[in-house]
Nanobody, 121 residues
Framework: QVSLVESGGGLAQAGGSLRLSCAAS????????MGWYRQAPGKERELVATVTRGGGTKYGDSVKGRFTISRDNIKNTVYLQMNSLKPEDTAVYHCTAANIVTATGYVSDAWGQGTLVTVSS
């Protein structure tokens, strides 16, 4: 069983910054990919950013140059530094991990419950 718990969401003004964290737990040996997706009201879930265990990153077009993803493989934690926030960044941000090897076997993917980010204009 793998659990992902997000923290750091909240209210920010346009142009401001927030930092999200997501800690994974559950007898984890390794996680190939960790990342963030978001879903705004009435919209489909979209990619924000992912990072591999080796540090390779991928970003959604709408956040490139403003958001930075990083991870701590020892702490099994992924971070999302969000700068130059815009009202259209308002969404529930979900942490995810994929290709997880645990003490009890392989887990294809896991998702957190999400943390709300609200950006006011």
């Amino acid at each position: 069983q793998v659990s992902l718990v997000e923290s750091g969401g909240g209210l920010a003004q346009a142009g401001g910054s927030l930092r999200l964290s997501c800690a994974a737990s559950g007898s984890i040996y390794s996680m190939h990919v960790m990342g963030w997706y978001r879903q705004a009201p009435g919209k489909e879930r979209e990619l924000v950013a992912t990072v591999t265990r080796g540090g390779g990153t991928k970003y959604g077009d709408s956040v490139k140059g403003r958001f930075t993803i990083s991870r701590d493989n020892i702490k099994n934690t992924v971070y999302l530094q969000m700068n130059s926030l815009k009202p259209e960044d308002t969404a529930v941000y979900h942490c995810t991990a994929a290709n997880i090897v645990t003490a009890t076997g392989y887990v294809s993917d896991a998702w957190g419950q999400g943390t709300l980010v609200t950006v006011s204009s």
